[in-house]
């Protein structure tokens, strides 16, 4: 009533009412626009700026690894990548081509032509192009330094993975096609892959077929592409490496006499050190974006470092370990669209790792074991009985550093360069016996034979299960009564039914019992031990554990039953001569002898040199009888009656260890295995393709009247004898210690 | 002259007063309130020109394309505004009939399949256009402003609306062209129809508990309606309701546009960007539509909130200005007339801002004045020549005034 007393006409009124109404919503939409521009202004803006700054990556370089000398065993290096547009790769290219010319040759004829009559004209036109295309691929084979068949090799490679990316993309088209039209319809459509099967950008766009060309290469390729079709010189970076293949000088007037010669002999040595560095991939899989993301804890559009469409990625040994380190970051370079401004973040490169391994080292070891020099092939002389005369053998050998526990070498004798990685991939990841893809160093875990044995003492006698000044008597078995179990290795036919005692004249001490190996002996402390206590050792040596870094994908080794089962008795008697349930790697070897030297102190052995302090504990052994094995390792080596003294060679004995000015005490092994099989048919026995036992050898070094430095320890798989096979070369690894002066009191 | 008894007068004798008033007094008022509509249509172009220039983008020199076509279109749209005002509007709706059939005719024209596309030519699945040659119109534009003659001709004279039975023949007037446009389709332009149609039977006098009934019975039927909408407009449901939460789900996909105008909407501030900014902000954030359907979204980046109010003040006072048209009139024809242009044109231009500030989902409508377009700155423009049409005319002396009802509700 009130309001009609205001405004007396109700036309007038009602004006008002739908004033009122704009009035409010005007307001409404004032309101909201306040809130936009002022509540939310600073995040909008950021947002409207975000897009008016035009930005690109600066590519970082991946670290480099280098070896304990400074020297580049893996680098970044600019180089070139040549690509081919994919029409060319496929062929398509010809058949787009003859369709023009056709069309060009045809004139204003091309529309009044049946379509049978184009294809008559195409087909005419087709062999040109084809040639053209044939010349390219001959002239690209030719610069590229490839042969046909590798490089339609690639062709296929690169068709594959286009074809399977283009299928997946267009499945998920199809999918969302079909959802799209089901939802419009309100029925189920099926979408086919015809309505989606637009070409994918991978489909136009060129592809690498060739990586890391050299300036050389690259020219040539620039000149091939001013007259033959599709080719790009795109601007690339290759991983080097440097030291891929060296050659090494050996001195093989200190081999076995019959391998001997005078003199020394260079060698050519490939990929000494591609089974540590490993290698890299020019493929991103979606487990390295995880993997990353789980490590930085960023978001991919929030790392710097994120993956991108073929980049780098470490994919084996330390590049793939260590990628994190070594990957960097991307800078990036802003530029404002609209004042030009440039804004520019400088990429971080890849920290560099460097190893504590020595190349030098490396290589001469390696060489050492080059089978033209006959070390790691089966000679008359090895006794072996289960592989033939003149077969290769790989070998691993493992060289630690007694004072800081680093690894100086880590050598198999089975290498591959970057380039076979490509080339031969079928030797590196096909071959079943040698299978050069295991690193005999640390990659593979073996049974650790008679090597223990000094190890045991140490144990037994810190845990008290043993007393030093006790001596145990050799009767040629374990068990009274049972002499077809347990025995000493000395206790057999072709040794006349020996037994230590004998040898010695009555019950032996450790340094007799570890010199002559005496496996009673050793039973006597496994068993007094028991599995327990002799688990608690190895895992104290790290069996089991972890190495450091570096190391993080070395094989641990194993302690305990296979099915699970709980050690018995009998297994820590075979332990005691270091068979049974347990296994470990040279490395592991290397670092125990190194803890022995070290008076009972472990260092966790390592390969990159971070500059932190290496990790140490003490293992409680007694110090006494640390001196006893020590002696008994050394008298082992230099008294003719140890097992690491000498072998036998047709023209007669030699010693095994004959570097002058050089102490040694080591140990001899042979540790049982399994055989190899071979592939068979279903249904049929599968052959055996290598049996036998694997040979040891543990040594101590340093200077002739100093402490001992380095250990050294090599095992040659089913090379049986560790003395005849294993020591030999374990001697060749402790002269080339001598040449590179590691016992001239600095260690380089 | 016999002039009768007197005290009573005879019909002659008013129309001899008539004839004598006009003698004295000219029939066209020169001082009314349509110049405010005039001043803030003038203004709202203004700001559109400067607006669509800023879409030209950072490499243009000078005078943009669109805005310098804009500025072309301003005096067509003037003439078209002489025009509507020239006729005296009682003459227009006695024409309105005939509008009526050849709006129809021509609603139904873009409709038929077989009409040769050089006369109708379908855009993104939609028929909307004839095509002049010159240029395109869409016959939807004339349809807002012969809804409304048509509307005001028929609650002229009548009082059944005020029954809730008498609702159904002017809604019946609203289906019609209403059908046709969604038919194209044109659902915004559609839209606009349903707000006219109240706003006009407000004014006329209809009972507000009917309209409000209506409304609630709308309200409750919307939900209804939903299965009806087409599956983009669903999603565009969706990706409104999306964006008012905050989900940027769509933000890349189907609420694109709508993110972008967000997003330069806030970039503005309170009071906006530079020019040479604001143009950068503008072309790299690649808004679609910007200078047409989203130019609101321009003008906030440049002039920031007080653009934004002024803008919403200036489209206030043009209704604000139709309304005292309306009030100074007395004829009812001219009244309603003038109403629902007030309604149609507020409502439009309002949906258009909501849809931009994301209130409301993205259908395809220009902002009235401001948006790049001929044949809606030529309809606007009109639009105000009818309300001088009415402004202008001098109400009968002894007129009646019209919807002067005894109850509001």
């Known amino acids: ?327 960097g970051e991307r800078g990036r370079e802003g530029r404002r669209l609209d004042t030009g401004a440039i804004h520019r973040v400088e990429p971080k490169p890849g920290a560099d790792l460097r190893l504590t391994i020595d190349l030098d080292l490396q290589t001469q070891i390696l060489a050492a074991l080059t089978p033209e020099l006959g070390l790691t092939v089966v000679q008359d002389w090895h006794g072996n009985f289960t592989v033939p005369v003149g077969e290769t053998l790989a070998a691993g050998v493992a060289v630690v550093d007694v004072r800081t526990g680093e690894a100086l070498a880590l050598v198999t004798s089975q290498t ?72 000493c290795w000395i206790y057999r036919d072709r040794f006349g039914f020996l037994t230590h005692s004998q040898q010695v004249g009555g019950p032996l001490d450790a340094v007799e019992a570890i010199a002559r190996s005496c496996n009673i002996y050793f039973y006597t402390l496994g068993r007094a031990l028991g599995a327990d206590r002799l688990a608690a050792m190895y895992r104290d040596l790290g069996v089991g554990g972890k190495f450091g870094a570096g190391l993080e994908a070395a094989a641990p080794g194993f302690i305990g039953r296979l099915d699970g089962t709980p050690m018995e008795p009998t297994d820590a008697i075979f332990m005691g001569i270091g068979q049974g349930p347990v296994s470990w790697t040279p490395l592991h070897a290397a670092s125990a002898y190194a803890d022995l030297a070290r008076g009972g102190r472990h260092i966790v052995p390592r390969i990159i040199d971070d500059g932190s302090p290496p990790i140490q504990r003490d293992l409680g052994w007694n110090k006494a009888a640390i001196n006893e094995a020590l002696a008994g390792l050394k008298k082992g080596v230099n008294d003719t009656v140890g097992t690491g003294h000498h072998y036998t060679l047709p023209t007669g004995q030699q010693r095994i260890f004959d570097v002058p000015g050089v102490r040694i005490a080591g140990k001899t092994g042979t540790a049982q295995s399994g055989p190899i099989f071979g592939d068979a048919p279903e249904g049929s026995a599968r052959p055996v393709l290598r049996s036998g036992d694997h040979g040891w050898t543990v040594v101590l070094a340093g200077p002739e009247n100093g402490p001992y430095t380095h250990a050294v320890a090599v095992v040659v798989e089913y090379g049986g004898s560790g003395g005849r096979v294993a020591g030999p070369i374990a001697n060749q690894a402790v002269h080339a210690l001598k040449r590179l002066g590691y016992f001239d009191g600095v260690s380089p | 002259m016999n002039h009768g008894a007197p005290g009573v007068i005879r019909w002659n004798d008013a129309r001899l007063h008539e004839t004598t008033r006009a003698s004295r007094t000219p029939n066209v008022l020169w001082r009314h309130p349509a110049w405010i509509c005039l001043g803030a249509s003038l203004g709202l172009t203004t700001l559109g020109v400067v607006s669509i220039n800023l879409t030209a983008g950072t490499n243009a020199v000078g005078v943009g394309s669109y805005a310098l076509k804009q500025l072309i279109f301003l005096p067509v749209g003037l003439l078209a505004a002489s025009i509507a005002a020239a006729p005296h509007y009682k003459w227009v709706g006695r024409m309105t009939p005939a509008l009526v059939a050849a709006t129809i005719a021509m609603l139904l024209l873009v409709l038929v399949p077989l009409v040769p596309e050089w006369i109708v030519k379908p855009r993104n699945g939609a028929r909307r256009w004839i095509s002049l040659g010159v240029a395109d119109f869409q016959p939807s534009e004339i349809a807002k402003i012969v809804y409304v003659l048509i509307l005001a001709r028929y609650l002229r004279f009548r009082k059944n609306y005020r029954r809730l039975r008498g609702l159904a023949p002017p809604l019946a007037l609203t289906f019609v062209p209403m059908a046709l446009i969604v038919i194209e389709p044109d659902l915004g332009t559609a839209l606009l129809f349903i707000p006219t149609f109240f706003a006009v039977l407000v004014a006329a006098g209809a009972k507000l508990r009917h309209m409000a009934l209506l409304v609630l019975a709308a309200a409750m039927l919307a939900p209804a309606m939903y299965p009806v909408l087409r599956p983009h407009q669903r999603d565009r449901v969706h990706a409104m309701w999306n964006q008012i939460r905050g989900d940027r789900r769509n933000a890349d996909s189907i609420n694109y546009q709508g993110f972008q105008a967000i997003t330069l909407i806030g970039a503005g501030g309170v009071v906006g960007q530079g020019a040479d900014k604001s143009r950068a902000i503008i072309d790299f954030n690649n808004l679609p539509e910007d200078h047409n359907d989203m130019i609101f979204a321009v003008i906030v980046n440049r002039f920031g909130l007080v653009g934004a109010i002024a803008t919403i003040s200036l489209y206030l006072a043009w209704i604000a200005g139709a309304m005292l048209v309306a009030g100074g009139c ?34 395809g409508m220009t902002l009235p004045f401001v948006s790049y377009g001929g044949s809606s700155l030529v309809v606007a423009y009109a639009m105000v020549g009818l309300v001088w049409n009415v402004a202008m005319r001098r109400p009968a002396y002894l007129a009646r005034k019209s919807f002067e009802f005894g109850d509001d509700d």
């Not at chain 1, 309505?195 to 060309?213: F, K, N």
């Not at chain 1, 096909?430 to 593979?444: S, T």
């Not at chain 1, 003492?457 to 347990?486: E, F, K, M, T, W």
């Open chain 1, 1 to 327: 009533m009130k309001t009609q007393r205001l405004i007396p006409s109700m036309f007038h009124r009602r004006l008002t009412l739908l004033l009122i109404f704009f009035l409010i919503g005007g307001a409404g939409l004032a309101a909201r626009v306040g809130r936009l521009t002022i509540i939310d202004h600073e995040a909008l803006l950021r947002e409207a700026e975000r897009r008016l700054e035009s930005s690109r990556w600066i590519e970082t370089t991946r670290g480099r690894i280098l070896d304990r000398r400074g020297r580049v065993l893996a680098t970044d290096r600019p180089a070139f990548d040549i690509a081919v547009d994919y029409r060319v790769i496929t062929g398509e290219w010809a058949v787009i081509e003859a369709a023009r010319s056709a069309r060009r040759s045809a004139g204003d004829r091309w529309a009044e032509l049946s379509p049978a009559q184009r294809d008559a004209l195409i087909d005419a036109a087709l062999p040109e192009f084809t040639a053209e295309l044939e010349g390219l691929w001959a002239d690209f084979a030719a610069t590229a330094g490839l042969t046909r068949v590798e490089l339609e090799e690639r062709r296929s490679a690169i068709i594959a993975d286009v074809q399977r990316t283009a299928n997946s993309i267009w499945e998920r088209r199809r999918l969302a096609r079909q959802e799209e039209l089901s939802r419009q319809r309100e029925t189920l459509v099926e979408a086919t892959l015809a309505d989606v099967a637009r070409p994918i950008r991978e489909q136009r766009t060129p592809h690498v077929l060739l990586r890391g060309v050299d300036d050389r290469i690259a020219f040539a390729f620039r000149k091939l592409a001013e007259r033959r079709p599709g080719l790009h010189i795109n601007d690339g970076v290759a991983r080097a490496h440097p030291f891929d293949v060296v050659e090494a000088v050996i001195d093989l007037s200190t081999f076995p006499a019959n391998l001997r010669q005078p003199g020394e002999r260079s060698v050519t040595v490939r990929g000494a050190v591609a089974g540590i560095v490993g290698w890299t991939r020019d493929k991103v899989f979606e487990e390295d974006i995880k993997l990353r993301q789980e490590a930085t804890g960023l978001a991919p559009a929030e790392d710097p470092g994120r993956y991108l469409p073929g980049d780098t990625v470490g994919s084996f040994g330390l590049e793939k370990q260590h990628e994190l380190t070594l990957r």
């Open chain 1, 416 to 487: 591959f360069t970057q380039e076979e990685l490509t080339t031969d991939a079928g030797r590196i990841f096909g071959d079943p016996v040698l299978a050069p893809a295991f690193h005999r160093a640390f990659d593979r875990p073996y049974e650790p034979g008679s090597i223990v044995k000094p190890l045991v003492l140490a144990a037994a006698v810190g845990a008290g299960a043993h007393s030093l000044g006790a001596r145990i008597d050799c009767p040629g078995h374990l068990l009274p009564g049972r002499n077809d179990i347990y025995r």
């Open chain 2, 330 to 363: 007395k004829d009812p024809f001219g009244r309603l007339v003038v109403v629902g242009l007030a309604a149609i044109l507020g409502t439009q231009a309002f949906i258009n801002i909501a849809m931009t500030v994301g209130l409301a989902p993205i259908t």
